[in-house]
Antibody, heavy 125, light 107 residues
Framework: EVQLVQSGAELKKPGESLKISCKGS????????IAWVRQMPGKGLEWMGI????????RYGPSFQGQVTISVDKSTNTAYLQWSSLKASDTAIYYC??????????????????WGKGTTVTVSS | DIQMTQSPSSLSASVGDRVTITCRAS??????LAWYQQKPGKAPNILIY???SLQSGVPSRFSGSGSGTDFTLTISSLQPEDFATYYC?????????FGGGTKVEIK
């Protein structure tokens, strides 16, 4: 079974660091991009960034560039999202998701086909 | 960056109704558009990609259309399990931006 298993909920204080994880199994981990998506309480989905485990090529959404770091460990099939100094506004659910590609006509189309269950991060003093 | 705007932000409908949700891109994205469904407390689930291609396992009452900047998700006959929030996402650029979401509620 193809799945992404995310690390557990976190309760942190402002200014603390944090690294959450997303472990892939049931497929060739290094050949699919992994994205991170934020969902703040009661709000919509925000695309944070994406990494290719094969070579660690990483892209960030404009709002998240410099605010978080996305990384990967190929040896353990695990992607990571980390903060060096958390803020209360980082309180959210964070999802990882696999990017699938399908050939439609002559072009490849991309979408998130497998999602983790989400990691709830609460930042409060 | 490409911006995605959904309308309405919420709607109320009854079981059996035909429901249409619209998504507009800030620039031409051809047919690089996906639709997702999210139920409370759950991760999103892919419904449609390439604007109109139904993901395997998704009921045929869901359909997508559009190209360029204007897209539509249609649920032909709303079922109780379809009450959820729906999101569009562009895949034309590497930054896969989502729309703001449309919450479908029970009337």
């Amino acid at each position: 079974e193809v799945q992404l298993v995310q690390s557990g909920a976190e309760l942190k204080k402002p200014g603390e660091s944090l690294k959450i994880s997303c472990k892939g199994s049931g497929y060739s981990f290094i050949t699919y991009w992994i994205a991170w998506v934020r969902q703040m309480p009661g709000k919509g989905l925000e695309w944070m960034g994406i990494i290719y485990p094969g070579d660690s090529d990483t892209r960030y959404g404009p709002s998240f560039q410099g605010q978080v770091t996305i990384s990967v460990d190929k040896s353990t099939n695990t992607a990571y999202l980390q903060w060096s100094s958390l803020k209360a506004s980082d309180t959210a659910i964070y999802y990882c998701a696999r990017r699938e590609q399908q050939l439609v006509g002559d072009f490849y189309h991309y979408y998130m086909d497998v999602w983790g269950k989400g990691t709830t991060v609460t930042v409060s003093s | 960056d490409i911006q995605m705007t959904q309308s309405p932000s919420s709607l109320s409908a009854s079981v059996g109704d035909r429901v249409t949700i619209t998504c507009r891109a800030s620039q031409n994205i051809n047919n690089y558009l996906a639709w997702y469904q999210q139920k409370p407390g759950k991760a999103p689930n892919i419904l449609i990609y390439a604007a109109s291609s139904l993901q395997s396992g998704v009921p045929s009452r869901f359909s997508g259309s559009g190209s360029g900047t204007d897209f539509t998700l249609t649920i032909s006959s709303l079922q109780p399990e379809d009450f959820a929030t729906y999101y569009c996402q562009q895949s034309y650029s590497a930054r896969l931006v989502f729309g703001g979401g449309t919450k479908v509620e029970i009337k």
